[in-house]
């Protein structure tokens, strides 16, 4: 970098010298890429503005934390979901060495359940060296009871255990209940490793991901179902590896992504909690994700020239899991399987053109053709049938579900003015399914998009967009064990038409002021549409503001605001529509932050944040009467503020308080109790309504 700098500054100052020393001969072939500079002597050569840092620096923090709140999805906000004092480690340092050599450490709040940490090595422009590690949590409700004890993903009932026909003739069962808790950790573990060269490019990165955790899913034995919490532990490892080549005017290259899924359990078994409705189902089964991998090759050229650009992409991805099968049934004999495992196969084929040039001053276009086909190569066979691990019925062949896409769009930008353009295009797609109730689907777009640049403190664009949606006949699904009712239309094979509109005003009232608003509405008609979705309609605003009182201390503001209507039409029988029903959703977030640094002679600063959140939706049902489903909510209040000391340039403290109040309710599951529904034993209600405090002290130190 620094040659390449110290070269280009002293081959200018050449220039001007042969410029002026052979004027009169100048068009007779004469350039400064004919110069003779084979006898320039450029070891005392230097650039005074072109040397690295050479002295290393960083900074060290540790910190202890209380958590005083007892619901587990606080620690969504708060990065941990230890109950009282907890600690933490954190820091950024950088080391410079000879000729140019960087060492990077980075970590934050280690000791978490979102911490992160990472070391890169390298010399900037050559090559480098990163190990990665974060940590990523995601904690759902604790509240939910059952009597299942979980041994290796078996769930098993209590030996006590009295098994009856209905939920509320269960004897043991308010004994036996114990506390759920749902929740998904992650740890990530990454190595990239870059190499740059005279005239190409090669990159190598991995990625282990280890998941573990709690999730919901559900049993069922043909009129009985029951809550179950099934254990996660899986791990994926993905390896890329990509290398490309540069030259005057062209680039192009090949990458290549291996990934492996492993997961640890096969099988989820539990045992009936309510008398078998069948034979003698006692116990059921239900397979996990299966182990699976997927290789991906790809290659990119890109051609430049006068104007021009060409880019070409293709790749072909194989997908394939061989896990052994379970038995079709744990319940009686089992029907005989035509093979001990999946063998399955999916090839997906990719191919992408892109052109873009500029015709002229002013006007430029822009063109390109998507292609991707999923193919299912699998050998398909007969499978049996068992509903809920309790009666075979009879044998059916799998679908395929293969897929085809086509995308072709052209585009135009015109500027007609240095504060004017406008930008504007069309959009072909073209969709082929099989083993679906349409085998096409074709949609058009078009769209426009005004770009105002008024003055150098007044921003402003609009947007407008309008497609349609069409295609094939349309056919009730012969797939599912009862046909569908013919005049159904699932909404993302229904014909539709679609206007999408956007505003986006940004101004500047001075360097201190600064106000910015977005606009947009959505609407979406399924005219065709006789039992399903109708309508669609959806609008919103967002308001931000900044104000800078000075250096030290300054403000800003938000608010966002949204709105949808649903209308859905149904049938209670199997002809047209019987019933309607409208879905009114809406949606608020605002927030307010303000800061102050340098107080108390430059050595305290703080900080306080405020931020609201509410989403609430209505739905209404009309059948002669109108019911109302209920409340549908979730609201959340959070401040944070934080007051940090610099004791002195090298070491300061800072001091954390987060506070967080949730609420939530969900009329599907509000007030209920695990034996609410006679033949479904549920969590019971998972509704949410808190007070939590966080507060953390983290103490800095500047290397």
Not at 13 to 19: C, H, N, Q
Not at 483 to 498: G, S
């Amino acid at each position: 970098m620094v040659i390449e700098k110290q070269t280009q500054m002293k081959l200018s100052l050449l220039a001007l010298t042969i410029a002026c020393a052979l004027q009169p001969a100048w068009a007779g072939g004469y350039s400064l890429q004919q110069a003779n500079r084979a006898e320039l002597k450029q070891d005392k050569w230097s650039c005074g503005q072109c040397k690295l840092p050479q002295e290393s620096r960083g900074t060290l923090e540790a910190g202890v934390a209380y958590n005083d709140g007892d619901n587990a999805v606080f620690a969504n906000s708060s990065g941990t979901d230890a109950d009282g004092a907890t600690g933490h480690l954190g820091g950024d340092a950088v080391f410079y060495g000879e000729q140019g050599y960087r060492t990077h450490i980075e970590a934050d709040k280690l000791g978490y359940d979102t911490g992160s940490a990472s070391l890169s090595m390298g010399r900037p422009g050559q090559f480098d060296i990163r190990l990665g590690y974060r940590a990523l949590a995601n904690f759902g409700p604790d509240n939910g009871m059952s009597p299942y004890i979980n041994q290796d993903n078996r769930l098993m009932l209590p030996d006590n255990w009295q098994a009856a026909a209905l939920t509320s003739q269960m004897p043991g069962l308010d004994d036996s209940l114990t506390s759920q808790r749902l929740e998904m950790k992650r740890d990530r573990f990454t190595l990239d490793a870059h190499y740059l060269g005279s005239f190409y490019k090669a990159g190598l990165n991995y990625r282990h991901e280890q998941r573990d955790g709690t999730r919901q899913t559900n049993g069922n034995f043909l009129t009985n179902s029951m809550a179950l919490a099934t254990r996660v532990d899986d791990s994926t490892d993905e390896l890329e590896a990509k290398l490309y080549f540069k030259g005057k005017g062209w680039l192009a290259g090949f990458n290549s992504t291996l990934s492996q899924y492993s997961n640890d359990y096969q099988a989820l078994y539990w045992e009936n909690a309510f008398f078998p409705t069948f034979g003698a189902a006692y116990n059921g089964q239900l397979a996990d994700n299966p182990d699976n991998k997927a290789l991906r090759v790809g290659a990119d050229l890109q051609l430049s020239e006068a104007g021009h650009q060409i880019l070409m992409h293709t790749a072909f991805t194989r997908m394939t899991q061989d896990q052994a099968l379970l038995p079709a049934t744990i319940n009686g004999p089992s029907p005989q399987l035509p093979a001990t495992d999946g063998d399955m196969q999916v090839d997906v084929l990719e191919l992408k053109l892109k052109y873009a040039a500029r015709l002229g001053r002013g006007l430029s276009v822009r063109a390109g053709y998507d292609y991707r086909d999923r193919e299912n190569k699998t050998q398909f066979k007969d499978w049996p049938q068992v509903s809920s691990d309790s009666w075979h019925q009879g044998s059916a062949t799998p679908a395929a579900y293969d897929h085809t896409r086509q995308r072709a769009d052209i585009a135009f930008n015109y500027r007609f003015t240095r504060a004017l353009s406008l930008d504007a295009g069309y959009e072909y797609e073209h969709h082929s399914y099989s083993d679906l109730a349409r085998e096409s689907l074709f949609q058009s777009s078009v769209f426009a998009k005004l770009n105002l640049r008024a003055s150098r403190d007044w921003q402003l664009w609009f947007k407008g967009e309008l497609s349609e949606r069409s295609g094939g006949s349309y056919q009730a699904s012969e797939l599912s064990q009862s046909p569908n009712n013919p005049w159904m239309r699932q909404y993302w094979l229904a014909d539709r038409k679609q206007t999408l509109l956007r505003l986006q005003n940004d101004y500047r009232f001075s360097d201190a002021l600064s106000f910015s608003l977005a606009l947009n509405h959505k609407q979406q008609d399924y005219d065709e549409t006789l039992i399903g979705l109708d309508e669609v309609s959806s609008w919103g605003y967002g308001l931000s503001g900044n104000y800078q009182f000075s250096a030290q201390f300054g403000l800003n503001a938000w608010l966002n605001q949204d709105w949808q209507d649903t209308d859905q039409t149904g049938s209670a029988s199997f002809g047209p529509s019987g019933w309607y029903s409208r879905a009114s959703d809406s949606s608020t977030v605002a927030g307010f932050g303000i800061y102050y640094n340098e107080l108390l002679d430059k050595q305290l600063d703080l900080g306080f944040d405020w931020q609201y959140s509410k989403g609430e939706g209505d739905t209404d049902v009309s059948q002669g009467l109108t019911l109302d489903y209920g409340d549908y909510y979730s609201r959340r209040h959070t401040f944070n503020a934080f007051a940090k000391y610099h004791f002195s340039d090298k070491m300061a403290l800072r001091l954390d308080w987060l506070f967080e109040h949730y609420q939530d309710s969900d009329w599907l599951n509000q007030g209920l109790t695990p034996d609410s529904i006679p033949n479904v034993l549920s969590f019971g209600d998972l509704g949410q309504d808190y007070n939590a405090h966080y507060l953390g002290l983290t103490l800095s130190y500047s290397l």
